[in-house]
């Protein structure tokens, strides 16, 4: 899957983030949609690593001038695309730097990665560490809510998993993103259920939020209220569900 995601700012660790942040949207692995959603987000038409380069020139510093003469460039957001891991397929190879790891060739290329086996583990927080020592300070990582408290817990009694989940992701400091809080797609939408879950997020983690809703109910205006409330983004995912389920709903801030 890809990952695209645009922000009117970045997360700062030493600032409140209820009004800053980023959100994704995912897109199957299948060459000829990816090159639609690449164009129709970065106008550019062609594989993801020319996209990317072209990303890289128009997210490049401005001078001071350039910026205080050009009100609209002030308000820009920054388009970041990215994959689900950083694995680079044989065939790509060719396209990526040589030298150094697959991390730091892939951040020579794309701005954003989703860190997709979070899901299935916790990483430690020296991991976490070391992947954020190793990118361009511009880079960004979005982090996947691990299973055992999306998919086993389903949100309820779960604040010592939150608690040992966030303790590693805060290790990747400034380069944070986003969490993903991708949900399964029996789990309907019941207030009773969400809502102290976002609570108690929120009360543990300041950072941009999004999530990725997969049953019906999750679609009405009830749930983007609340996704509002708690400043949470809804994933705009490819294919969609329903067509309020292909456009981001929740914090527009992040989007």
């Known amino acids: 899957p890809v990952l695209l995601w645009s922000a009117q700012r970045q997360p700062d660790p030493t600032r ?25 987000v970065t106008g550019v038409s062609g594989s993801l690593p020319e996209a990317a380069s072209h990303l890289q020139a128009i997210n490049a510093p401005m001078s001071k001038s350039s910026v205080v003469n050009s009100p609209s460039l002030q308000r820009e957001p920054t388009i970041r695309v990215g994959c689900a891991g950083w694995a680079i397929p044989g065939n790509d190879a060719a396209r990526f730097p040589e030298v150094g790891s697959r991390l730091q060739r892939y951040a020579k290329i794309f701005n954003a990665v989703e860190i997709n086996s979070s899901f299935y583990r916790n990483h430690l927080p020296t991991t976490y560490r070391r992947w954020s020592g190793v990118v361009p300070e511009a880079f960004r990582f979005s982090v996947k809510f691990p299973r055992t408290i999306t998919h086993q817990a389903k949100l309820e009694n779960c604040g010592e998993l939150l608690k040992e989940f966030l303790a590693g992701v805060d290790e990747l400091g400034a380069r944070l993103g986003c969490l993903l809080l991708q949900l399964p797609p029996r789990l309907a939408w019941e207030p009773t259920r969400v809502i102290p879950f976002f609570e108690q997020l929120r009360h543990l983690h300041e950072g941009a939020v999004a999530c990725e809703p997969r049953h019906a109910s999750w679609f009405r205006a009830e749930a983007s209220r609340v996704l509002s409330m708690h400043h949470i ?13 292909g456009v981001p709903a929740g914090d527009r801030q992040l989007e």
Do not use: F, K, M
């Open 16 to 40: 409140n983030h209820e009004n800053s942040g980023s959100g994704h949207r995912a897109i199957p692995e299948d060459s000829a949609r990816q090159r639609q959603a690449v164009a129709e």
């Open 233 to 245: 983004a809804r994933v705009a995912a490819d294919p969609a569900l329903s067509a309020r389920a």
